[in-house]
């Protein structure tokens, strides 16, 4: 044997006494190490160079041969080792039809709120907003239906703006939809984000009875939420929002309703926010982002604002791991999603769906890549009337697959894959362009996160199905 050198791009490994998880990177993938494999690993990361004869030195008399050739051919299979630095290349696909499962509906430009961190680039009043018609949402729906395929269910997602400016549109397209979907054999799903001011007992009823999946936009407490998300007049909005939360609460039963909560400068107290909308408010689930801002935004977190947050976030999530030890739900929704693609075996060549079985619909009937780049400058992929333009789709998605060499090394690739398309082109106009500034905090929270999947699947393995069946409500 030539001597074989330890890949750490590859794997992360944490150990919790005398037990040890790998995670394979490639695959997402999770072991737990017997004691000869254990021992094997030990000795790749202590050496630089192993041969045939240090490992013999090493363990002879110990474990049988079996034992270390089976170890050993295993890790070389999982590319763990190898004769010299070895990058596992995923050959990008031509996607040139993906099945549809998810069609955003930009109901409107308009917001009645005037958030300081808003990342609408065409943001307006609800008076001066363009918004979708009827027909164009219709023509949307029936794009959706036939680029489904045998998808059989579809969803559909109304976003704006604030799409409850848009109610009475929002409720003839959910019977158009759900007419359609009867007819064509499949099941219409709905959803939306809001800021909540425009709740009412019936809007309420009406979303209950076609059991919307409900976000609602909210920032922690009246200084933490009226911080950032003021009216357009720059009042304050908490009290508003608390009290439609409340009435949401008591009378929403059809599904879990979840609180996002942007992260923006100056409001970073992820504890307490968390406290506020979990525990005083009742949200089933709390979920954060930091704001997508430019590098010289007022509102972007800092570096330094960024570490706070991500110490924070293992607080937040080592809570999670203490209740979850217990067969307790915890409602950090990072925490969750994360658990989720550990145990779900995520492995992305892409960052998200956009493009690849989800688009979003802009209000003159454009088609974008998702929501966040409708009225963007970046190019559009066709529109409802004569459908997705193929051509620039796959060469995008192609493109999308190529990735940077950072990337291509990094030990979060499987669960970050390069990062959100428009927070890289917020930042550099270049949806392509990862971005840098992030990679150290997601690399961190992909290694604690290995940690957190290993202690508890060593403690109580049936959580993960528990709670991830518990969570598929929210959906
Ligand atoms: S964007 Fe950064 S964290 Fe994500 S895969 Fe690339 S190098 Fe890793
Ligand atoms: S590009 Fe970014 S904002 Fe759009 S769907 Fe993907 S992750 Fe979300």
Redesign the pocket.
Known sequence: MATLQIQPHNYRAVRKGDRQVLLHVPTTSIFELDPAASELLGLFEATPAVSADDIQSRFDGRYTPAELCDSLSDFIDLGIVAPQPKHYEIPARIVERSPLKTLVLTLTTGCNLGCSYCYREDLTSPKNSSVMDFQTGARSIDLLMDEACENERVGIVFFGGEPLTRIAVIRDLVEYAEDKAAAAGKEAEFSLTTNATLLTDEIIDFLDAHRFGITVSIDGDQAQHDRHRRTIAGGGTYRTVAMRVKRLLERYKSKPVGARVTLASGNLDVAAIYKHLHDELGFFEVGFAPATAGPDSPVGLSREELDIVFEAFKALGREYISEAKRGRRHGFGNMQQLMTDLWMGTRKVLPCGAGVGLLAVGTSGKISLCHRFTGSGLETFGDVDNGIARESLTQFMTRAQA??G??QV?P??SL????CYHESYSRSGDPFQ???E??DQ??AWTAFGLEAFGEIALANPAFFNAALEQRSALQ
């Open positions: 990735p940077h950072a990337c990094c979060a690739r970050c894959a390069g990062g990862p971005t840098f992030y990679c997601i690399r």
